[in-house]
């Protein structure tokens, strides 16, 4: 089955703590996204990568870091510089930038 | 800078009848637009899309229209169904800032009533 997989679904993280965010794919697309929804609002840019070892930053790129190593994979890291981290992440792929992009599950990060 | 925007948070509408959500973006280089649905926890599923050529798309019930001098689109669905109840966000695709991105909206709750 061809899909985008983001784990874990529920994450737990103390304040001051490094956290990575895994999102994998196997539909051979070149573009993934990584998407921070919070309530009322609506999805908002953090990073993208077009193609592997590239990335860029989007809207609200602070406070996070991100690899492209492989084609099937894009992690994300929140890291402890990030002020507000407790949201719903959400990771996306897609052939290229002007199609469809298709979503994973997502995965919504607690700072306890 | 909200490139964007979808201004009604919240829509009802009774079933059976046209459901109308709209949208508004402000960079004329967007020259893609798509709409998504969303269920609560789950991420976003692709519903229709329409290039900057057209001006209409249809997909079964659902039908996007896009007018470029108003750099406004909305999306029809009729007739409307409780199914239909979710988030609806439009998405903006166009080479921004010397790279490709893709814009989304705050999203419009639309519930379907019995």
């Known amino acids: 089955d061809g899909g985008i997989t983001q784990s874990p679904k529920y994450l737990f993280r103390k304040e001051g703590q490094n956290v990575t965010l895994s999102c994998e794919q196997n539909?051979?697309?070149?573009?993934m996204y990584w998407y921070r929804q919070d309530p009322g609002q609506g999805l908002r840019l953090i990073y993208y990568?077009?193609?592997?070892?590239?990335?860029q930053k989007g809207d609200i790129a602070e406070g996070y870091s991100v690899s492209r190593e492989k084609k099937e994979s894009f992690p994300l890291t929140v890291t402890s510089a990030q002020k507000n981290p407790t949201a719903f992440y959400l990771c996306?792929?897609?052939?290229?930038?002007?199609?469809?992009?298709?979503f994973g599950q997502g995965t919504r990060l607690t700072v306890v | 800078d909200q490139q964007v925007k979808q201004n009604s948070p919240s829509l009802s509408v009774q079933e059976g009848r046209i459901s109308i959500l709209n949208c508004d973006y402000t960079?004329?280089?967007?020259?893609?637009f798509l709409w998504y649905k969303k269920y609560p926890a789950e991420g976003p599923t692709f519903l229709i899309s329409?290039?900057?050529?057209?001006d209409k798309n249809e997909d079964g019930r659902f039908t996007v229209f896009l007018n470029k001098s108003a750099k406004h689109l909305s999306l029809h669905i009729v007739p409307s169904q409780p199914g239909d109840s979710a988030v609806y966000f439009c998405?903006?695709?166009?080479?921004?800032?010397?790279?490709?991105?893709?814009?989304f909206g705050q999203g419009t709750r639309l519930t379907i009533n019995p």
């Open positions: 996306a792929s897609s052939i290229s930038p002007v199609t469809e992009a298709f």
């Open positions: 539909l051979n697309h070149d573009a």
């Open positions: 990568s077009q193609i592997v070892n590239d990335f």
């Open positions: 960079n004329s280089m967007f020259d893609y």
């Open positions: 329409i290039s900057s050529i057209k």
């Open positions: 998405a903006a695709s166009g080479y921004i800032q010397g790279a490709q991105k893709l814009v």
